[in-house]
């Protein structure tokens, strides 16, 4: 109760008054940033594209994007620390830098993750159907889609409590399904050696290997983020400053190495390694279950992964009905005063929560109709989340730049400015790799269809932030984080 009291404190000298029930844990809370980073299905997702464009080699970008993102956790570490606020990088940015930064921070991580719980529904769909013994026609895995984000909402409208104990359960199989099929692969079904993650197999000849490699980079990019949700929940948790923090840097360690586990085991089970690279082998995952479990072993391997599924929906809507709630509770978004309720008997945005689970399931109706277009905005969201993660790094910067210092339990002391530079270089590189145009022969809005998609969703966001001024609705405080240092020292 004394550390309850201690955390309405903190929050109320923050500006705002506790509603949530702090019912999750350190390790729910870490539960919760695993399940929604989730390895299995990170790496189940993306290893053909991965094989297909850089070959062996990509297992790298795994330890490439862990070390890079490591560093932008160790900024949110900071932030959080000082700011545990519901909504994560939203009131980040609005305290770091002001309401108009805030607000554009939350357009882009906002739509990104609406769209990321329809791509991870839609990806569930063939899964599903392969399970219950169906075949995976467009009709059938958006009808799954559509169901699992019900299931989804349903779950997180029964409260925070439910929500942890779920992400826990999400979390214990999928890390022990990781290691039980990763290690039987490997002891019992590798095909190749293990230097086999230094061999090309020829791509990229008889140029350089390297543009190979940049490309199938974007598989480690799409697994190592999810971290930030930990942070969404700051209300939700005891002694956030010390939690938060530590949680999120759990994820990094945990997922990563769990996501590189499963890979490594994957490449080495592959019996035809060419004829992977060549798509002779369309499924080369499905084929290598098939291959060593049998109809029914594959199955039961299918259903691990539909749980790992079904905890990542469940911890993106988690995140993304925090950061409607904030928005709404600082009155930037239409009907603030309605989608900020919190439910007297679950404590839970319930308002939040069901637009969050609304507007995902346009997204994958619409994906039925017109697949092309969507199957463009899909691909393109983790550019939105990444997009977001630097409006942080770079607005910290700033912030320090014009005297911030973290004031919160986590401190970087004198390497944070190395640090957040470095982290920025890493971000707006890994951004710049998932932009670059790869197929010069494809018309150009096919080309450069990631980026354009993006510059259309942020100049819509642009046009209604100056015409509407919605950021000037509410009275929250802003860009207070230097005052605040300086209320310290």
Request: charged share 10%; with cysteine.
């Given at each position: 109760?004394?550390?309850?009291?201690?955390?309405?404190?903190?929050?109320?000298?923050?500006?705002?008054?506790?509603?949530?029930?702090?019912?999750?844990?350190?390790?729910?809370?870490?539960?919760l940033?695993?399940?929604?980073?989730?390895?299995?299905?990170?790496?189940?997702?993306?290893?053909?594209?991965?094989?297909?464009?850089?070959?062996?080699?990509?297992?790298?970008?795994?330890?490439?994007?862990?070390?890079?993102?490591?560093?932008?956790?160790?900024?949110?570490?900071?932030?959080?620390?000082?700011?545990?606020?519901?909504?994560?990088?939203?009131?980040?940015?609005?305290?770091?830098?002001?309401?108009?930064?805030?607000?554009?921070?939350?357009?882009?991580?906002?739509?990104?993750?609406?769209?990321?719980i329809?791509?991870?529904?839609?990806?569930?769909?063939?899964?599903?159907?392969?399970?219950?013994?169906?075949?995976?026609?467009?009709?059938?895995?958006?009808?799954?889609?559509?169901?699992?984000?019900?299931?989804?909402?349903?779950?997180?409208?029964?409260?925070?409590?439910?929500?942890?104990?779920?992400?826990?359960?999400?979390?214990?199989?999928?890390?022990?399904?990781?290691?039980?099929?990763?290690?039987?692969?490997?002891?019992?079904?590798?095909?190749?050696?293990?230097?086999?993650v230094?061999?090309?197999?020829?791509?990229?000849a008889?140029?350089?290997?390297?543009?190979?490699?940049?490309?199938?980079?974007?598989?480690?990019?799409?697994?190592?983020?999810?971290?930030?949700?930990?942070?969404?929940?700051?209300?939700?948790t005891?002694n956030?400053?010390?939690?938060?923090?530590?949680?999120?840097?759990?994820?990094?360690?945990?997922?990563?190495?769990a996501?590189?586990?499963?890979?490594?085991?994957l490449?080495?089970?592959?019996?035809?390694?060419?004829?992977?690279?060549?798509?002779?082998?369309?499924?080369?995952?499905?084929?290598?279950?098939?291959?060593?479990?049998?109809?029914?072993?594959?199955?039961?391997?299918?259903?691990?992964?539909?749980?790992?599924?079904?905890?990542?929906?469940?911890?993106?809507?988690?995140?993304?009905?925090?950061?409607?709630?904030?928005?709404?509770?600082?009155?930037?978004?239409?009907?603030?005063?309605?989608?900020?309720a919190?439910?007297?008997?679950?404590?839970?945005?319930?308002?939040?929560?069901?637009?969050?689970?609304?507007?995902?399931?346009?997204?994958?109706?619409?994906?039925?109709?017109?697949?092309?277009?969507?199957?463009?905005?899909?691909?393109?969201?983790?550019?939105?989340?990444?997009?977001?993660?630097?409006?942080?790094?770079?607005?910290?910067?700033v912030?320090?730049?014009?005297?911030?210092?973290?004031?919160?339990?986590?401190?970087?002391?004198?390497?944070g400015?190395?640090?957040?530079?470095?982290?920025?270089?890493?971000?707006?590189?890994?951004?710049?790799?998932?932009?670059?145009?790869?197929?010069?022969?494809?018309?150009?809005?096919?080309?450069?269809?990631?980026?354009?998609?993006?510059?259309?969703?942020?100049?819509?966001?642009?046009?209604?932030?100056?015409?509407?001024?919605?950021?000037?609705?509410?009275?929250?405080?802003?860009?207070?984080?230097?005052?605040?240092?300086?209320?310290?020292?």
């Open positions: 109760m004394a550390t309850q009291d201690d955390d309405a404190a903190q929050l109320a000298a923050l500006g705002y008054t506790a509603r949530f029930d702090r019912k999750m844990g350190l390790w729910e809370n870490f539960a940033g695993f399940t929604y980073l989730s390895p299995v299905v990170g790496v189940y997702s993306v290893f053909t594209v991965g094989m297909t464009t850089g070959g062996p080699p990509m297992f790298w970008s795994y330890f490439l994007a862990g070390a890079g993102q490591f560093l932008v956790c160790l900024i949110f570490s900071e932030v959080v620390s000082q700011f545990p606020i519901s909504g994560g990088l939203y009131p980040w940015a609005r305290r770091l830098v002001g309401k108009k930064w805030a607000w554009m921070a939350g357009w882009i991580y906002g739509w990104a993750l609406f769209v990321t329809a791509a991870v529904a839609v990806g569930a769909g063939p899964f599903l159907a392969t399970l219950l013994g169906f075949e995976g026609t467009p009709a059938i895995t958006t009808a799954i889609a559509v169901a699992l984000v019900v299931i989804s909402t349903l779950v997180n409208l029964a409260g925070t409590k439910i929500l942890a104990r779920v992400a826990m359960f999400g979390f214990i199989c999928e890390i022990i399904g990781a290691i039980i099929v990763g290690g039987y692969l490997l002891l019992f079904h590798r095909h190749q050696p293990f230097n086999v230094f061999n090309t197999f020829g791509i990229g008889p140029g350089s290997y390297w543009p190979a490699f940049m490309a199938a980079a974007v598989v480690g990019l799409f697994t190592c983020y999810g971290f930030e949700a930990c942070g969404d929940v700051a209300e939700e005891p956030p400053g010390v939690a938060i923090p530590r949680a999120m840097r759990m994820t990094i360690y945990v997922g990563m190495s996501a590189a586990f499963v890979c490594l085991a490449i080495l089970a592959q019996p035809d390694i060419p004829a992977v690279i060549s798509g002779k082998i369309t499924n080369p995952v499905e084929t290598v279950l098939l291959t060593v479990f049998g109809p029914i072993g594959a199955k039961l391997v299918v259903a691990v992964v539909m749980v790992s599924f079904m905890s990542c929906i469940l911890s993106l809507q988690a995140a993304t009905s925090r950061l409607v709630f904030a928005y709404a509770r600082d009155r930037m978004i239409v009907g603030g005063e309605f989608f900020s919190i439910s007297p008997h679950t404590h839970v945005p319930v308002r939040a929560l069901v637009l969050s689970g609304i507007v995902a399931g346009a997204i994958v109706c619409l994906g039925y109709f017109f697949q092309n277009a969507i199957a463009t905005i899909v691909n393109s969201a983790i550019i939105g989340i990444y997009a977001a993660f630097q409006m942080i790094v770079l607005g910290a910067m912030a320090r730049v014009q005297g911030w210092r973290p004031a919160g339990q986590f401190q970087l002391g004198f390497w400015m190395p640090v957040n530079l470095i982290a920025l270089i890493y971000g707006i590189g890994a951004i710049i790799d998932m932009v670059w145009p790869r197929t010069p022969t494809a018309p150009w809005y096919i080309d450069y269809s990631m980026g354009v998609t993006w510059l259309g969703i942020i100049g819509i966001g642009a046009v209604y932030m100056v015409l509407a001024r919605p950021y000037d609705h509410g009275t929250a405080p802003a860009g207070d984080a230097r005052t605040l240092s300086l209320a310290k020292l």
